[in-house]
């Protein structure tokens, strides 16, 4: 029961974060607002505001009609605007960015919210202007329909001027790096946080039987409540083999179990917690963000944009992601109530993660020695940072500097740009007592 009720909680947040979600809940809300009214008005809604509050009601067909007609006709031309708009500011954010964006950018909830508003209000107009009695007296007119409809729209073009500034402001890339850099901190804090002390000593898996992957995709998440529910339930200890946002194929390996040979409805259950999608997500995979900062440099430094100073910015930030992710083992495990690790998550290592960053920084950049500079300075702060951490983590920083030192000094001809690089490296030895080869 429990596993089901996990799932069916994981199914809503998955369709929430549907791009049609919103805009769908909030239209459905204005067409039934239209009926609601259209119930009121049957029962002298309009009548009885005319005796006490005329105000409030348009008690004149004309009117009624024409101002109807313009809200329609008005609302559909902000919603062509609005999504050209959108349209256009994503084709330059996957010309000039990084298309791993879309996805990001597309789903942003108040947008969502202001074309739900855009939407509901053209379907509140159109059915209350249907409702219009063609000939009878004034009081089967819809008067105080009317004048709602004069609010909303008000409130639409108020959301109208403030998605104009929001979506100019959302596609700066300051603005995307930054929303990058937050949704994987939060991540990666999560992570550290539920993190043990204790040093964790898993069994050897090696002799572990092993279920195959029914089917092809991008490993997206696993439910690991219901995971945790199924190894209690049969007593077994996990080991998921595949890393999240990577590709699996069907038939590979993806995951090892101890104990007995599982029965088939019982790997049917097990493989209901894992999710396939074409589709990847920061907030559930924090890898994710270093692989779009890092592609936002490497479009930033490309000759046809020629943006160093993108660049830059986006080392500032994965220097601080790198910094955090330290603080992180290189393995997850989820532990029973005696706290004993019964299901272990292999995840990417600190050393794969920092080269893939590194060697496609170094293969773009270094030709530009104020960019290589400001890699130096990242390597340096990390590796203050490692001091104290990690003794593999310090290693592979060490390995990256000098990775990074080889690739500088065979694509710097300049005698003032190579005394830069002899300097930094000069700052790097002495930062590690000189226990530093190249």
């Known amino acids: 029961m429990k596993k089901h009720l996990y799932n069916l909680l994981e199914y809503i947040v998955k369709l929430e974060s549907n791009i049609a979600f919103y805009p769908s809940l909030i239209s459905l809300v204005g067409l039934l607002f239209a009926f609601f009214m259209y119930y009121l008005e049957s029962w002298g809604v309009s009548e009885y505001l005319i005796e006490n509050a005329p105000l409030l009601v348009i008690n004149n067909i ?97 959301a109208f001027i403030y998605f104009i500034h929001s979506i100019s402001q959302q596609i700066q890339v300051g ?80 995951l090892n179990y101890s104990g007995a040979q599982l029965d088939d409805d019982a790997i049917t259950n ?43 910015n986006a080392i500032d930030y994965m220097t601080e992601l790198f910094s955090l992710r330290m603080k992180k083992r290189d393995s997850s495990y989820l532990f029973d109530d005696d706290d004993n690790a019964y299901v272990s998550i292999k995840t ?15 293969t773009y950049c270094k030709h530009d020695i104020i960019v290589v500079q400001k890699l130096f300075m990242m390597l340096e702060y990390l590796l203050q940072q490692a001091l104290d951490s990690d003794q593999d983590y310090k290693k592979t920083i060490l390995k990256e500097i000098r990775n990074l030192y080889q690739d500088a000094l065979e694509n710097q001809k300049n005698d003032a740009d190579l005394s830069i690089i002899e300097n930094l490296m000069s700052k790097l030895k002495s930062l590690n007592n000189s226990d530093f080869t190249i």
């Open 270 to 312: 097990v493989l209901e917690c894992f999710h396939f999608s074409k589709n990847e997500l920061v907030e559930e995979n924090y890898v994710l963000a270093f692989k779009q900062i890092t592609e936002i440099a490497l479009k930033a430094m490309s000759p046809g944009i020629n943006d160093p100073g993108t660049a830059i």
């Open 62 to 158: 004309d009117t009624a009609r024409d101002l109807l007609t313009t809200f329609i006709g008005g609302l559909i031309s902000i919603m062509v605007f609005s999504f050209s708009l959108v349209m256009i500011l994503l084709n330059q954010a996957s010309s000039n960015f990084s298309p791993r964006l879309l996805p990001g950018l597309i789903s942003n909830r108040r947008h969502q919210i202001i074309l739900g508003i855009y939407n509901s209000t053209l379907l509140y107009c159109i059915f209350t202007l249907v409702s219009i009695t063609p000939h009878g007296d004034k009081y089967q007119l819809p008067g105080f329909s009317v004048l709602l409809a004069i609010v909303f729209m008000t409130v639409c073009l108020a």
């Open 348 to 362: 990417v290592t600190f050393e794969t993660l920092m080269y893939s960053v590194m060697a496609a920084m170094r």
């Open 175 to 254: 603005t995307i790096m930054d929303k990058i850099f937050d949704k994987a901190n939060q991540r990666l804090s999560a992570l550290i946080e539920n993190e043990k002390a204790t040093e964790i000593r898993f069994p050897d898996t090696s002799d572990w039987n092993a279920v195959v992957c029914a089917k092809s995709g991008y490993f997206q998440d696993v439910s690991l409540n219901s995971l945790a529910e199924f190894a209690k339930e049969k007593e077994v200890k996990i080991e998921i083999i595949q890393i999240k946002g990577t590709y699996v194929f069907k038939g590979q390996p993806l």
